[in-house]
Every structure is written in C-alpha cells, then in structure tokens.
C-alpha cells in the first residue's frame, strides 16, 4: 500500500517535470511540500521512538526544550527533516528532507537547514569555502542521531576527516607528527572546516599566526629575528607530519644549505689543516651539526645573538 502510494507519487513527479522546462525544473522541490505533522515530534515518535538509530538525539543539544532556539522547542524532528506530515500520515514515503540512504536529497537542501538555525559564528565563511564549494554537506562531518557527535570528540574527529582526507592520514603516522593520534592536537585546533578568511582553512589569517595560538614563545618580537621564521614556519617545517624530527621539510644541513652557502662560512677551525681531504672532512663535521653552534635558530634575544648562536 506504501510504496503504491510513493510510486504514484514519484510518477507524478516525474510527470510533471518533463511538462516543465529546464530553468523550472531546478527550482522545483525534491518532494512536494507537504504539511507539518499535527503534533510535532510526538507525532513522528508514535512511529520511530522505538528506533533505537533515531532516539539518541533525545539525549542531544538539540533536543533541550528549554532552549527557544533548539528544533525541539521548534518544529521538533521537522526542524531538519522539514514538513512531514503526508510522510506520518504514510502518504509519502519519506518527510521532506532526507539526510541519508536512497532517497537522500540534494547537499544544498540539506545544509540549507542546518544553516537556517546555524549560519553565524564558526559558520561565517562557509558560503565559497572549499568544503562548501565542493558540496560536502553538514553531516558528511556531523552525526545528529547520537547522544555524542564524534567530530566534535577530539579523539574521534581525525578519523571523520581521515575518510576524505588520505595524506594527512599518512602523514600522522610518520616519525614526526603534531600529537594528533594521541588525542592532544585536533584539526580543528588550526583549522576551521567551515571555511575560514585565511588560506587551507586554517583559522587564523597566516599559518604563522596559527602555530603561535600554541608556541607562543616563537612570536617574538626577539632583538635578531631570523627572516625565513618570521615570514613562514613552513619554509622549514610541515605541519602534519614528515620522516624528519621536529616535523622539518628536509635535515640539517641540507635545510640550512637550500638558503645558505657554505662557501663563505668559517668551517675550517684550524690554519695549516688545508689539506683537501681534511676541508672536506671538517665541512663535513661542522655541516651535521649548525644547529650545535645556531641553536636559537627561531631568533636570539641575547645581545651577542647576531647569529643565533646564544
Ligand atoms: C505511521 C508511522 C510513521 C510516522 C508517524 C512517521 N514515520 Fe517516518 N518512517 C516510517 C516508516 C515505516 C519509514 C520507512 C522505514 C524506515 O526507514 O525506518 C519511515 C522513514 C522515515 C525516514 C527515512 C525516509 C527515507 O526515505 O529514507 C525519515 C527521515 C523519517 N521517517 C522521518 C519522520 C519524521 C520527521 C516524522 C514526523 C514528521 C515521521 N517520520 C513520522 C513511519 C513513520
Ligand atoms: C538537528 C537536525 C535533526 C533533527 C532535529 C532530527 N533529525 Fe533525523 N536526521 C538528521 C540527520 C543529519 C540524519 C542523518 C543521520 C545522522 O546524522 O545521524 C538523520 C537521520 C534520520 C533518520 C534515518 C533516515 C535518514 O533520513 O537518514 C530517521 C528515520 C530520522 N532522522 C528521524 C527523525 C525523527 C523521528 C526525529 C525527531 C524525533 C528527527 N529525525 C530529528 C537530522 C535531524
Ligand atoms: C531549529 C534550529 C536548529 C537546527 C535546524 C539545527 N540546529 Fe544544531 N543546534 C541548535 C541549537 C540551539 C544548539 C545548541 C546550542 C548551541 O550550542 O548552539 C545546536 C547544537 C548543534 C551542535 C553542537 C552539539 C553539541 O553536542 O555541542 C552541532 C554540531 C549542530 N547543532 C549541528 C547541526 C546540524 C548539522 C544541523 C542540520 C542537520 C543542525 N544543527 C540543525 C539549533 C539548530
Ligand atoms: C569538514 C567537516 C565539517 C563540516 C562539513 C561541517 N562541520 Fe560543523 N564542525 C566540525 C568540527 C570539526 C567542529 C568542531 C569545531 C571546533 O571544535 O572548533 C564543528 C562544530 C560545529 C558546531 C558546534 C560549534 C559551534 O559552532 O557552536 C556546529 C553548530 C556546527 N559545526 C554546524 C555545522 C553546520 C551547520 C554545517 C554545514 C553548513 C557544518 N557544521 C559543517 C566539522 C564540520
Ligand atoms: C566528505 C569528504 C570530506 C570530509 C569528511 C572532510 N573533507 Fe576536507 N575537503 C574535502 C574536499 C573535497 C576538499 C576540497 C578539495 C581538496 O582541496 O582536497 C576539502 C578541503 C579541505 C581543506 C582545504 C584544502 C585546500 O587546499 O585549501 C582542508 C584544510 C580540509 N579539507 C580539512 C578538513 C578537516 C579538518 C576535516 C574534518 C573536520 C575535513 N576536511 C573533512 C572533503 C572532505
Ligand atoms: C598544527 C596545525 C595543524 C593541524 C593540527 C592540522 N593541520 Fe592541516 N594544515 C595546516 C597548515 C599550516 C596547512 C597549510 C599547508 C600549506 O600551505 O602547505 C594545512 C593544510 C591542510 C590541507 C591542505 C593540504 C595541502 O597540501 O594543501 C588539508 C587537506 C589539511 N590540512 C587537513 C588536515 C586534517 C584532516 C587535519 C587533522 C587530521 C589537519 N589538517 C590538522 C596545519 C594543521
Ligand atoms: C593546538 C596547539 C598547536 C598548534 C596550533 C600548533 N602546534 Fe606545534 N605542537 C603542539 C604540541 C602539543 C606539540 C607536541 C609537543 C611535545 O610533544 O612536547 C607540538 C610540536 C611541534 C613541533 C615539534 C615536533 C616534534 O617532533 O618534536 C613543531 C616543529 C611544531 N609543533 C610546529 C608547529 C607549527 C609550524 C605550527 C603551525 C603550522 C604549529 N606547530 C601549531 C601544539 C600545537
Ligand atoms: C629556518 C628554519 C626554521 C623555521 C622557519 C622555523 N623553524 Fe622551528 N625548528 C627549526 C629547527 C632546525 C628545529 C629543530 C631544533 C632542534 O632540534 O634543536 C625547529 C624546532 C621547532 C620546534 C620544537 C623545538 C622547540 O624549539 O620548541 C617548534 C615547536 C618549532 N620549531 C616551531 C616553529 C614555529 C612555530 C615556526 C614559525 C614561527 C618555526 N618553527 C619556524 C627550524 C625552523
Ligand atoms: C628559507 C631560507 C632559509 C633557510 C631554510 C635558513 N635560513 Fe638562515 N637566513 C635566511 C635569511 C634570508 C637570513 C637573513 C640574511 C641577512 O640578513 O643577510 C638568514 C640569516 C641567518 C643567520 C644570520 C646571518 C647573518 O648574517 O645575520 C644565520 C646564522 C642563519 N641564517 C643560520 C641558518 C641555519 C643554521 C639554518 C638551518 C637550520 C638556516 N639558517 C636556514 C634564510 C634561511
Ligand atoms: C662550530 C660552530 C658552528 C657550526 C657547526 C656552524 N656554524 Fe655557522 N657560524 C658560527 C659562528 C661562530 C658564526 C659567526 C660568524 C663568524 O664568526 O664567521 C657563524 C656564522 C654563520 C652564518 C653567517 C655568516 C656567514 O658566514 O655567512 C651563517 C649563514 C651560518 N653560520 C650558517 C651555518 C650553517 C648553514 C651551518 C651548517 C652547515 C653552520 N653555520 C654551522 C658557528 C658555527
């Protein structure tokens, strides 16, 4: 009897949409509207409150009555799901908005809802965000119908990115990596992924002004700054994970040496020892390790710091 009803349904549709011209047919609804149920959610639980993939959200932000904002001191189940009330009456197959399984409708409907109560905030920047333009949907990250969203659980949400998201999934287990696995680091501690005013998502204007929101010390301002720190962490750093400790790009020296020449610097210590052998050899010595002498290699506060090696 229920699915004649949405046969039909659906074959009027169909119907109807190949009478219409193109430019009217886009505009017209995925599912007829449809009026709300007569008593909200109770109406919709007569049905699913024995669903145990449905109720949790009982148990939510969402459903704190109290709150003249929430769905449920709204339009209840119908806040999101849209007018249902042919659907309770089980005369169409599905409310009017479907978040997933066959009938799922189109991204833009769906986030369209969540917008309606959502737009601000964090939210500011999603209309031309990557994720938006790329019609990823709100509950491509969020699960509504559970007592707790595992994106918003820093332990959980890298994996929800991690579906999409396959190098820096690779990246968090190499040697180096910000302690992301470990629960201390979220990607939403750099990122916003509802889009943002900077580059990447990342939440702040520059990556430098990211990183400081944690390694405050590398702000400065020091009395010798060293210009590559100054102007981009990532000249020497990447940011989710490298083979190199300390998350750099390449190791000491080849690092120092894509800038630096080490034609001019004083590597040979001792006079008399110009031996060919030897020069390569002390080059060799002192190239391993810059950083033991230009140890403040993020800048120097100490009046003698010219060269960062104090
Ligand atoms: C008379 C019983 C009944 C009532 C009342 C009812 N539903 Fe349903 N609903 C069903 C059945 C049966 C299905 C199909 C089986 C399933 O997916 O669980 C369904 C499916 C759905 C689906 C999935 C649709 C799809 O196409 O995948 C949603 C969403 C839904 N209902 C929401 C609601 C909302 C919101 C209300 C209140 C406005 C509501 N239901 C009221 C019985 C009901
Ligand atoms: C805050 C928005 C929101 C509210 C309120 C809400 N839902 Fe949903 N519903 C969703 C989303 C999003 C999904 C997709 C699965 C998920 O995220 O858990 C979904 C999934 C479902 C499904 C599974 C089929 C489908 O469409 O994916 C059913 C059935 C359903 N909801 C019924 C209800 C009922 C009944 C209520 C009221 C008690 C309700 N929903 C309230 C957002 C909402
Ligand atoms: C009728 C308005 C309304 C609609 C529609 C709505 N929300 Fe909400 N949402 C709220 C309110 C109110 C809160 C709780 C107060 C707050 O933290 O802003 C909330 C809280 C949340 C939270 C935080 C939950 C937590 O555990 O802290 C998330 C995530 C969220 N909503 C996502 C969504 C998504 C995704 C949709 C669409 C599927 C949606 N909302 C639809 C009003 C709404
Ligand atoms: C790419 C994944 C992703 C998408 C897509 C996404 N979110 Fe979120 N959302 C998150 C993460 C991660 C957080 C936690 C943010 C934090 O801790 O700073 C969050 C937090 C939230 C919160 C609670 C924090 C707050 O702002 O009060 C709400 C509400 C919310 N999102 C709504 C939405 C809505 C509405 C959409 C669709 C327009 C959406 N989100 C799309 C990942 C996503
Ligand atoms: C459903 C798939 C999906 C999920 C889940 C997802 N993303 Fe994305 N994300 C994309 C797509 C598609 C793009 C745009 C194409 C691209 O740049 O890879 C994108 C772009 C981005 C970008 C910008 C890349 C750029 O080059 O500007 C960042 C940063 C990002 N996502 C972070 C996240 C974070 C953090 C999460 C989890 C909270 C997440 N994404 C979850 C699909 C997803
Ligand atoms: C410590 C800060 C930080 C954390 C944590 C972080 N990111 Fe990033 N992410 C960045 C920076 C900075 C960039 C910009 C890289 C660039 O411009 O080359 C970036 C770039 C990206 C990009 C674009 C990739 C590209 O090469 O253009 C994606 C996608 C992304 N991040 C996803 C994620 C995901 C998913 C997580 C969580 C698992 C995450 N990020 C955690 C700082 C971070
Ligand atoms: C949300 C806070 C946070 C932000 C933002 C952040 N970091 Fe980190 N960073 C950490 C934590 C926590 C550690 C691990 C510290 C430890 O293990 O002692 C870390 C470690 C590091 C390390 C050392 C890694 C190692 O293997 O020892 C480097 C380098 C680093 N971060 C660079 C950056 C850069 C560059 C940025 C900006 C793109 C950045 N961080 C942004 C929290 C952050
Ligand atoms: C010129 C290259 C270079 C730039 C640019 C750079 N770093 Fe580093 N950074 C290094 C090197 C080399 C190490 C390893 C030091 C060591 O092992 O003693 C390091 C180590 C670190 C560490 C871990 C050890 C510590 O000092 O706490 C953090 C955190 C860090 N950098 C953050 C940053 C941030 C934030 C920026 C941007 C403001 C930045 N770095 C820019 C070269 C650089
Ligand atoms: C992205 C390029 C870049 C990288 C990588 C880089 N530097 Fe620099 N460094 C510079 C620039 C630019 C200056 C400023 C030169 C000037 O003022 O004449 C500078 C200045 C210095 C100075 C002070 C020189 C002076 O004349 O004041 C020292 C010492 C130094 N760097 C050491 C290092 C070491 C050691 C490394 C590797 C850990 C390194 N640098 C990596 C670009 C870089
Ligand atoms: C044994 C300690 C030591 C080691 C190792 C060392 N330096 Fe130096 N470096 C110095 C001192 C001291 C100065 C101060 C200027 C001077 O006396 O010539 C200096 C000066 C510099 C300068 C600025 C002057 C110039 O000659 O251009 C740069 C750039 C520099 N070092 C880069 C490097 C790089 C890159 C490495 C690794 C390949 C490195 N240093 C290894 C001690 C060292």
Redesign the pocket.
């Known amino acids: 009897m229920k699915q004649t009803l949405a046969l039909n349904l659906l074959l009027g549709m169909a119907l109807t949409m190949w009478a219409l011209p193109a430019s009217a047919q886009s505009r017209q609804p995925a599912v007829p509207a449809q009026p709300y149920a007569a008593a909200g959610a109770g109406t919709c639980l007569t049905c699913h409150g024995v669903d145990a993939k449905v109720t949790p959200i009982l148990q939510t932000p969402h459903a704190v009555k109290g709150d003249p904002h929430t769905p449920f001191a709204q339009n209840g189940c119908e806040s999101c799901h849209g007018p249902g009330g042919d659907h309770a009456a089980l005369k169409a197959k599905s409310p009017s908005i479907v978040f997933k399984g066959p009938n799922i409708s189109p991204v833009a409907e769906r986030n369209a809802q969540c917008l309606s109560c959502h737009q601000s905030g964090l939210r500011m920047n999603w209309q031309g965000s990557q994720h938006q333009t790329n019609d990823i949907a709100c509950n491509d990250c969020h699960t509504i119908h559970v007592t707790k969203d595992p994106v918003l659980v820093k332990l959980t949400q890298p994996a929800k990115c991690f579906t999409c998201h396959a190098e820096q999934r690779s990246d968090s287990f190499k040697f ?1 990596h ?2 992301i696995r470990e629960g ?2 979220v990607c939403a ?2 990122h916003n992924p509802h889009g943002s005013a900077g580059p990447k998502l990342l939440k702040e204007f520059t ?1 430098n002004e ?2 400081y ?3 405050a010390e590398k702000r400065g301002p020091l009395l010798w700054e060293h210009e590559p720190v100054r102007e981009n ?2 000249n020497c ?1 990447t ?1 989710h994970g490298s083979t190199q ?3 750099l790009v390449q190791r000491p020296p080849y690092l120092c040496q894509d800038c630096h020449a080490n034609s001019t610097h004083q590597a040979i210590p001792l006079a008399g020892q110009s031996v060919a052998g030897q020069i390569a050899a002390n080059i060799r010595l002192m190239a391993r390790g810059c950083l033991n002498c230009h140890s403040q290699i993020h800048g120097s506060n100490s009046p003698n710091g010219t060269f960062f090696t104090r």
Do not use: E, G
């Open positions: 180096s910000h302690p201390k680091v501690d750099c990556v990211t990183c929101n944690c390694h962490c990532l750093h940011p400790a300390r998350l």
